[in-house]
């Protein structure tokens, strides 16, 4: 029921398929092990999410930041929602593309805010930070953006 939104977040993070599995898997029995501390006021995907969120944190640290082809990267599903004041209609390829050189907090907040369609209050329990940070993280990060996807990045 949960999995396959907790692996859509998962892969954004991650970008590896077989790492995003390995994550989701291993956030599902985590979850499952700490069942008795789930506080039942929080939605249960919420609870799962997080888990999953510092477990991708977790392997980024160790793994320091890999390049990624695009061609891995699979349809997101609702990049539609990028505010597009900060970001004109540019290619969610491209968009995509450009994430990738983010600091792990920006790329983490704009994934999931714009990406997975998360609110700031659920992104900010999600990181493990207050909700002005997340709100500071994608700010950087449409900045970020702007300056990385200038016009000469749609040249052929």
């Known amino acids: 029921m949960y999995q396959n939104k907790v692996y859509q977040m998962v892969f954004q993070i991650v970008r590896h398929d077989a790492d995003a599995r390995d994550i989701v898997q291993d956030a599902f029995v985590k979850a499952y092990q700490s069942l008795d501390k789930y506080d039942r006021r929080f939605r249960f995907i919420t609870w799962v999410s997080r888990i999953a969120v510092n477990l991708s944190l977790n392997l980024i640290k160790k793994r320091k930041r890999q390049p990624v ?53 659920e992104v900010a329990s999600l990181m493990d930070v207050k909700i002005g940070s997340v709100k500071n993280y994608l700010f950087r990060a449409r900045k970020k953006l702007l300056k990385i996807l200038t016009p000469e990045t749609f040249a052929p």
């Open 69 to 121: 082809s695009l061609q891995s990267v699979p349809e997101p599903a609702a990049l539609e929602k990028a505010d597009t004041d900060a970001l004109p209609r540019i290619p969610k390829e491209k968009i995509l593309a450009a994430a990738e050189m983010l600091r792990p907090a920006y790329r983490i907040a704009f994934t999931l805010f714009h990406v997975e369609g998360y609110r700031y209050s």
